[in-house]
C-alpha cells in the first residue's frame, strides 16, 4: 500500500515494497499534483523500493481511460503509467529518490525521473522487464540514455542487468551511497537540505535544463533567456545579502 507524509517542508511518498498497480499509480499522481501546488512544499522524497509494476494484476482499468482500453491478446498500453511520470518530470520542486532493496521495472523509471538518487549500499537497480518477453515503453528509453550515455543504458534495458549500490554509482546513475545502518539518518539530513535551499532557483534550473535536452545550443541560449527573464526568484536578494554580511542564508523558497 502506498503511503504518503508531509512534514517540514518535505513531501514523502512511499511505494512501500509493493508491486505498482493502477490504484498506486492514480494515488501518486494526485499525490504529485497536490504537492506541486502546495506552496508550503520545498522538496519531494519519493521512496521507490518496488519490483515495478503489477504486471497482468494492475487491478481495475482506470474509468476515465475506459475509451482508451485496446481489445485483443496484447493488453493495455502504459497509459496511467506514462502520465504519473510526466506528472513527476513536469514538476519543478526538487525531487529525491530514496533507494533501498530492490528498485525494478517501473520503480527504476520513477527514481530516474527524480533530480537526486540517493541509495544504501545494499539496494539493486534495474529494468528486468526484457526477461519477462516486455518493452518499457513507459519512458525509460529515454530518459535512461539521457542519465548514464547509450552504451550503458543498452546494457541496462537489453540485457535487463540489475546492478548494485557501487556499481549504480560507479555508473553516475546514483548520486551518493552509504552503509545501510547509517542510510536514513543521511538521507533525511540530505533531504533537508536540499529542503533549504533556494528552491525557487532550483526550479528556474530545471526550467532550463529539461527543455533544453533536445535543443540546439543557440536555441538553448535564446531558451535560457526567456526563463531568466520572466521568472523572478525572491532568494536571490537574501543569498547576496548573506553574502556581503558573511553569515548563512535563510532561504524561503521563492
Not at 481495475?60 to 481489445?71: C, I, K, M, Q, Y
Not at 550503458?152 to 540485457?159: C, F, N, P, V
Request: include cysteine; aromatic fraction near 6%; charged fraction near 25%.
Amino acid at each position: 500500500m502506498a503511503q504518503e507524509s508531509r512534514n517540514g517542508g518535505v513531501a514523502r511518498f512511499s511505494f512501500d515494497g509493493q508491486p505498482i498497480d493502477y490504484a498506486a499509480l492514480d494515488a501518486f499522481i494526485d499525490w504529485c499534483h497536490s504537492v506541486t501546488n502546495d506552496p508550503e512544499i520545498r522538496a519531494l522524497a519519493i521512496e521507490t523500493r518496488s519490483e515495478g509494476d503489477a504486471g497482468d494484476d494492475m487491478g481495475a482499468w482506470p474509468a476515465h481511460l475506459a475509451h482508451r482500453h485496446p481489445e485483443g491478446s496484447h493488453g493495455p498500453g502504459p497509459l496511467l503509467e506514462q502520465e504519473a511520470i510526466k506528472v513527476l518530470r513536469g514538476c519543478m520542486k526538487p525531487t529525491i529518490a530514496i533507494l533501498e532493496g530492490d528498485t525494478l521495472g517501473l520503480a527504476f523509471d520513477f527514481a530516474c525521473t527524480c533530480d537526486i538518487r540517493i541509495a544504501s549500499d545494499t539496494a539493486r537497480l534495474g529494468d528486468p522487464r526484457i526477461h519477462q518477453g516486455r518493452a518499457a515503453a513507459t519512458g525509460i528509453a529515454y530518459l535512461l540514455p539521457k542519465l548514464i550515455g547509450q552504451s550503458q543504458a543498452m546494457r541496462l534495458l537489453l540485457l535487463g542487468e540489475i546492478v548494485e549500490a557501487a556499481e549504480a554509482r560507479r555508473m553516475q546513475l546514483v548520486h551518493k551511497t552509504w552503509p545501510e545502518a547509517d542510510f536514513r539518518a543521511e538521507a533525511e539530513a540530505l533531504v533537508r537540505q536540499i529542503a533549504a535551499m533556494p528552491t525557487r532557483a532550483w526550479e528556474v534550473h530545471k526550467l532550463q535544463v529539461l527543455p533544453q535536452l533536445d535543443l540546439p545550443f543557440d536555441a538553448a541560449m535564446v531558451h535560457s533567456l526567456g526563463v531568466r527573464q520572466t521568472h523572478v526568484i525572491e532568494d536571490r536578494l537574501e543569498g547576496m545579502k548573506a553574502w556581503r554580511e558573511r553569515r548563512d542564508p535563510e532561504f524561503t523558497g521563492r
